[in-house]
């Protein structure tokens, strides 16, 4: 079952990147998946027999249920299925708690910090923060919180989030684009087999074509390869003749590949989204994120952000079912999650 | 070198450097001049100048560049023969007569004494040094002279103000009356008259010792403004010899300059800030000098600069001596922050000291006249008193140095600088608006009082202009009390020149809110203004936004930005209306050229040129040819340089990255110098900026590179020694090339689009329109971060509003969450374009509480249309058409209705 999570895994993120970075996400994030993987039926198998009976115990009409119940198994999650059933569970708790007859439910005893806003909407947004390991999505949900009352430690409103530090690789691959595009291959080709440069490279590589297609890195190391440095002059950019010094008819005197301007254009976009540049023009930052939209606010986004279908709230039988639907043996398709 | 560099070289080789010629400066004799000589002097006097102690001035660069040009001639036979017998006599002569000289004695067997005789150089260095400290002992000596005389100054000041002087904002004519007694409007009416301070002013000619600040200011006398233009050009050419000697001349043209800039003649004063530039530009040899001269460029609007642990104390007001110079000093500030070719050092002070005076109002349009009525802006509450103070504040307004009289000094500056009447009008106005809103109450402040009623009766009140709609919506704002309204309408009534005001029209003492509102149609409707702007301008618009409002949303980003761009023009055309100015949203509207950039039919913008250009041949690539066949020849290699900066621009990618390979690892020094020189001064090619940035990678991290790349970017990077400079200067390169070739990319016509909305919103905002390449991403957030702050006011003051789709403190707690995660001038700009939506729905459903569920349904759209949205354009174009529709509401227009 592990090998066949692996063989999904490997195929759906294939599909995605494309479509993800087409559909507006921002660039130059480790991980190009904005949702949870979909368990297989098979990790029923992982799950201990008390979180089953208490998945099995969860009524729509006691949100806060979900939240506890997520709360229990985010802190012994120890495996991806597990994770995104907690995310689930957090989700169902904001879900719920609209349509529940005591949505924002009375604070446990004893309960301080972010619970003690008295707002279960609030809860959600702090425990699926701390579940994230993606500091965008991290701030997505703090600034949510933020926006529903919750009042932060330390003063963060209205200021720029935190810039997340710059990968260590970042300046040596983008140096290593410098030197390929001065027809320095061989002095690139020091940086980019470093291990972390080479895999930042890979993991950035769409943002070298304004499409998002994958083949960029592919290039960079062909540029490299037919340029470690010019046959004719070893980039002393000119010969000595009978006639004289003139320019190198290889190189022309600029030795290294002739990139279109376009090239170049998204060349940059990669160094400047790495090196996390501020731009300043419209048009600039459009190349750069590719008109990425702003993440709104909304605690309603949850659900499509984490795949969860907000109308199966019954657990039966290893899967969501519809409250509906749930009450009556073998009815209904199961969802799988 | 274009000035004299003879003090220069006497600074750096002593004065017998300056004579004789070639042969002085490399210190040979004619008689023994051969080429071995001349290397050997060469490199001997090379070595003087690395040792000196601004080595790694422009001044030494210049030196050196006249050394090798020096050595080029003597290495020429023919020149060098012309010059032996041009100079032999004169020389044979100086030294016949034992002419004490620094300049070696050359003899012809004699070794040269770097390399015979150490002691010898050792004590020229030491002397080199002796001259420096001598030199900086001087500096010293002077700038304490100089504090001495500014405290005697300020003494005779103390005296002055005490014995009631005519001092205080450069000498008032007699014509004036500055020391006008109070005077309540003479209201008629049993309720008309405003309670005011006490009408008999104790001393009109007492100055308040409250105010007698032992450094209060002392205008100059006025000074034949030609005669200041002509001694600040003397001053800019005697600086170029000793800027030293030139500072104290400076300070002083820049006193009589800042003290009464406001009566010159415009092509008078902007010539006089030119010469300004130009003395400026002289210091630039001497790092002090000129952060002296800068900082005697600042220090006359200090006043806005809030001394450190002070923020807790009562702000002392601004004197009328003070309000000219204020605004002087900030708009040459501006106008200095425009120049690129200047040295960094200036630069970056002048770019300080404007932010801490502007900060984010810094005006894109970076001329004085911007800067300047930047400053005004902010004055008016400056002049009054502080809202703590307490005591004296009813002496404070009287007198040469009273409230009152520089409230005159900036109506006058106002006028200078407005470049009509329409604009004068609305500068007063806001510096009234300001007064009202911020400063104490006018039954308070005796200050207060009369610059209300001065400001009353200086404003024309003309139809069509921006004064009396503001009139209007004051009645609305909460910010203006019932106080203010007293005193302006009874200003308004008695002595202004609004039309068709009467007594009858003076807000009472004991009026309620609903007199408020009673008044306000009162003015309405003497002045014509809402069914005017009604019946003119609202019917096109009404048919505009409705098939706007309409419209199948386009998919292209270009076609979707430009969409946005025209509902902004709506919208800035609705609120004109709904305050009342039907003919300025009449013209807005049927602005043709405006149209037509907008319409689907819109002409391309002319393509830009293409700035990553690789092509052989021409004059830049013989160029290149003859530098590299130029080898390791140091003359030859300078002159080629010199000569590149003739050839003229563009410069093509080959040259570039020659000069760019010099300016960052050449060698020797000089070469690396003058390389980084002219590249610095081709800052604007891209071609140069790529070349930079791709030889970052090998470049050892000097200073000269970290400054180059400064100039480049034209941002303040770490030191180079710093462990995070590389990545600040690789990002900072990346930024300057990606933003220069995106101009050139398909997507250019966003930027033209960008800044259409950026002057649509700054419009709404009251603010100066945008100017300038990149002014459009700033324009825009400081637009809509403006605006916001003003529909948030209108928000608040309508609150609560139980039917508002959003509740207020979501509203202001989105925006900060919106805040944190935009990433980049459009995603800033959005967030803060979707609060402004969220609060308009707010003050609307307050408005019409029975179209509060249609208001509703217009958020809930907008919201739902940017969660589905795939790029940011369309989140713009989601959320102003959402804005559109609620001036639809607010203005009554439906679906085959008029309003």
Redesign the interface.
Known sequence: MTRLLATLTLAWLAAMPATAL???H?PHQPDETGAPLAAPAGAAAQRPEWVERRLAALRPERPREYLELGEEIAEQADNPSMRTLARTLFVLAYETSKTAPDGRAAQPAGSSGAAAEGDLRVSVCLALAALTDREHER??L???A????WKAGRA??????ATAA?DPA??DL??AL??I??G?GR?AARLLDKPEVAQLLLRTERLLSPAGLTGGEARVRRLMAEWPNCPECRNR??VRNAE????CPKC???PGP?????E??YQ??L??SI???????????????G????????PD?LAKTYSVDPTRTVWRDGAWHEPAAGTRRGAGAAGSR | MTHDPRPLIARFLGPGAVEHGPFGLLGVSPDDCGPDRVDAALQRQLDRVAAHREAETPGADDVRLALHAAATQLLDPRVRAHLVERWRPSYAAARAAGAQRTAQQPQATRPAPVAAKPDDLDRRLREREDDGQRELIRVMVFIGAATMLMIALGLVAILAIGSGGAGGGGGAPAARNPTAAPTPPSAQGPDAAPPSPDPQAADGQTEPSADARPSARVATDLVDPRRTLHELRECAKAARGDPNAALPTFDRLVRQLSDWWVRYDPAVRRACDDAVLEVLLAMAASPEVLDAAIESVASHSAAFVAAPGESDKPRARLLPAEVWPVAWSVGMLTRLSRERDVPTRMAVAVSDALDARLGAARPSDQTFESGAAGALRRLPALLMNDRSVRGHVRDSATGATGSTAAVKKWIEACRALASDEAAAERALIEGLEQILTTCREPEEDLGVFEAVGLLVREIRWRAGGAARPRLLDWFRDPRVSDSDLRVVTAALAHGSAAEGVDSTMVFSAGAGPDDRSRLRASYAAAWGIETAGRERASREWADTARAAAAATYPTRPDELLRETAAAARLNEAARLIWRGEGQAAKSLLSDTALAQSLGPNAPPPPAPPVVHTFTIGGRATNWAERYLAAERSIPARLELIAELDRIGRPIDLVTASLLAREAVIGSPIQVRFAAARLAGQLADEATIVHAVLDELPGAPKTASLGELVERITRQRLPRVTDPGWEIAARRALVERLLGMLARGSPEARFEEYALLIADSYLRAASLEVARGAGAAAEGAVLGARSLWSAVYAEAAAAAPVEAAPVPLDMIERRLRGRLSLAEGPVQEFAAHQVSIVEAMAFVISGERPTSARAVGAVVERMQQERRDARHVFEQLLATETAALRLWMIRLGVEEGGAP
């Open positions: 087409a559909g507006g921002a701030t997505w703090r600034a949510i933020a926006s529903l009352g963060d409103g209205g200021a720029r989030r710059i970042a300046l983008s140096n410098s030197l595009r001065i320095e002095q950019r000119f004289g010094v003139r320019l022309g005197g600029r002739r990139l279109l301007q376009q170049l254009l940059l976009r160094e400047s090196l996390q540049g501020v731009q300043k023009s419209w048009v600039a930052q459009s190349i750069v994120d008109g990425a939209p702003l993440r709104d606010l909304d986004e």
